[in-house]
């Protein structure tokens, strides 16, 4: 088996991209990390805006695990690594991957499954991490961002390599405990969900908002919704996303 790497760029439209149409040429649990991204995607279709001072990395896994444990993955490992570099500042999930600090975001996940063209059962997945280091408050106002930095928390330039650096090894360390004890990542993944217990805003693609409070989260990843007539609803994250009060 050969040896995980980190394939750093200069600029590149999409490191899932890279990642994806390079995965059989790269080693399990490597990682591609790209100095700025000129078409960076995020989840449900939209653009992930990634100018230079910030993380941008794909991270590869290999093995087949259920799809949700990929995520996990990359949320567990960006919010250990920014704590890291951020003490003290109270970083959490908003369901199903978005790490916030208090009221805004800072980091998000995209994992995408890699099928090979002659097969149509994925062999792997690519873990995309975008992490806000160092852009400066301006710049989320200017572009209309209801979002956060390390920068903005902390008043402080953080080094992009140590970062990139502490992010691979946390990934390493993960994806570990995603294949010997799924359930230790989990219950990790699932105490940083500080929405549970809360009322909520589930804002579906299509169709009536709906309130309800954040009851539970199943094993598979599923926000459990209790409605105001008492009844639950399981609702998966590629339909739904959450508002919080
Ligand atoms: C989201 O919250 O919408 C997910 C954002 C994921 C962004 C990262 S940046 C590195 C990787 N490459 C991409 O094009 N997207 C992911």
Redesign the pocket.
Known sequence: MPKSQIIILEKID????YALANFAELADSSMVLAKE?TE????RG?K?I?PPGNI???FVVKTALPPAHNTYIGAVSAIETLRQYAPGIPFWIKWPN?VFTKSLKVA???SERHCPESYNKADGTVV???INLNTAGDFFETNRLKASSVHVETGKETDITAFALSLHSALIRNYGIAVKSPDLLFMAWKKENILIGKKVDIIPESGFQVTGIFKDIGKDGALILTLPDGNTRKLYSGDVSVKFK
């Open positions: 999409s490191t899932n991209r991204q960076g995607q995020g989840r939209r992930w990634s941008y990395a794909s978005d998000g996940i995209l995309g991490i975008g």
